[in-house]
T-cell receptor, first 115, second 113 residues
Framework: GQQLNQSPQSMFIQEGEDVSMNCTSS?????WLWYKQDPGEGPVLLIA?????ELTSNGRLTAQFGITRKDSFLNISASIPSDVGIYFC???????????????FGQGTILTVHP | SQTIHQWPATLVQPVGSPLSLECTVE??????LYWYRQAAGRGLQLLFY??????ISSEVPQNLSASRPQDRQFILSSKKLLLSDSGFYLC????????????FGEGSWLTVV
């Protein structure tokens, strides 16, 4: 099935550093979603992108919907310890005018922030 | 906004025993509902999705089944659990007018022993 290539798989950074992660796909996406998952909990939606080229911020987080509609990135500025977790990109592949509402997920980026 | 409740939060079951995980949604009507499984803290695998009462689509062949007896209730079941059924199960909801955005419940940890 359709897969998203998410990178990097893991990151170890110092508190205060900026973080960047991205997702790419061989198919066009209508929507790009970024989630964060804390250990033992369900993923929480961070940012949703609906238009090619769209740049959206949520506090220290910024995400962009790539112009080609085949990629997206998420940046976190001035990281803090509570940013630790797994970050997932996701989206519904575009298929013949509908996207069925079923999401394809990236494999996740595990972020570790050292105080 | 919608709220998704899952229970039980944690479950330890012997091999061969039955399973029932329940998910209920509040704050929206006629949502699409999903069951995902996550193994080893990575990768979300879609197991089932439902676009309405009694309508279930299975994504992968497996030892599990799903049912949707009410608009905002989604149940994941098994008649006989296998060791490989262990994992973190997540119920998710796509509210009726949310476009493609999906929201997740808190998850249920299943350990089959």
């Amino acid at each position: 099935g359709q897969q998203l290539n998410q990178s990097p798989q893991s990151m170890f950074i110092q508190e205060g550093e900026d973080v960047s992660m991205n997702c790419t796909s061989s198919s066009i996406f209508n929507t790009w979603l970024w989630y964060k998952q804390d250990p033992g909990e369900g993923p929480v939606l961070l940012i949703a992108l609906y238009k090619a080229g769209e740049l959206t911020s949520n506090g220290r987080l910024t995400a962009q919907f790539g112009i080609t509609r085949k990629d997206s990135f998420l940046n976190i500025s001035a990281s803090i310890p509570s940013d630790v977790g797994i970050y997932f990109c996701a989206g519904p592949p575009f298929a013949g005018g509908t996207s069925y509402g079923k999401l394809t997920f990236g494999q996740g980026t595990i972020l570790t922030v050292h105080p | 906004s919608q709220t998704i409740h899952q229970w039980p939060a944690t479950l330890v079951q012997p091999v061969g025993s039955p399973l029932s995980l329940e998910c209920t949604v509040e704050g929206t009507s006629n949502p699409n509902l999903y069951w995902y499984r996550q193994a080893a803290g990575r990768g979300l695998q879609l197991l089932f999705y439902s676009v309405g009462i009694g309508q279930i689509s299975s994504e992968v062949p497996q030892n599990l089944s799903a049912s949707r007896p009410q608009d905002r209730q989604f149940i994941l079941s098994s008649k006989k659990l296998l060791l490989s059924d262990s994992g973190f199960y997540l119920c998710a909801c796509q509210p009726g007018l949310s476009g493609n955005t999906i929201y997740f419940g808190e998850g249920s940890w299943l350990t089959v022993v």
